[in-house]
């Protein structure tokens, strides 16, 4: 249904636009008066062109159609930038997460260390452990 709509729609512009193309005759004969596209004895050609308010109303279609191609475009750009822009926070963010991670288990391991270390080596674990607790804090509760 929509598309036959659309074909009447669309065949009555195309007559529209292409009526003024045609010639048009006024014949007058025993007191009738007809039109034609042909020429009659008698008969005078008619002006049928476009009044000036149509053909203005013609360019300013036209200009506002190119206005709106033109704003379509730069949405059309903008909404592919802000989906770059989303695409390239969300891999930080997931990198974020796996340094974290990563410096997570050094700590972890570390406070393992440092808590079976020996007494010789007990207090170079506790640095060691305590160093790593400094980072993950630095880059990831930040």
């Not at 249904?1 to 659309?6: A, E, G, L, V």
């Not at 009447?8 to 010639?23: D, E, G, K, V």
């Not at 570390?110 to 993950?136: G, H, L, M, Q, V």
Request: with cysteine.
């Amino acid at each position: 249904m929509k598309m036959r709509t659309t074909a009447y729609l669309i065949s009555a512009c195309i007559l529209c636009l292409s009526a003024p193309a045609f010639a048009v005759y006024k014949c007058e004969s025993n007191g009738h008066v007809t039109y034609s596209d042909s020429p009659c004895p008698g008969g005078r050609q008619l002006d049928i062109s476009p009044a000036p308010d149509a053909t203005d109303a013609r360019k300013r279609a036209a200009q506002e159609k190119q206005v709106l191609n033109r704003l379509e475009s730069e949405q059309h750009k903008t909404e592919l930038k802000e989906e770059q822009d989303r695409r390239q926070a969300a891999s930080r963010q997931a990198a974020k997460q796996r340094k974290c991670a990563s410096l997570e288990r050094r700590k972890k391991w570390a406070s393992e260390d440092a808590a079976t270390a020996y007494i010789r080596s007990a207090e170079k674990a506790k640095r060691k452990a305590r160093r790593a607790e400094e980072i993950f804090e630095a880059e990831c509760r930040t």
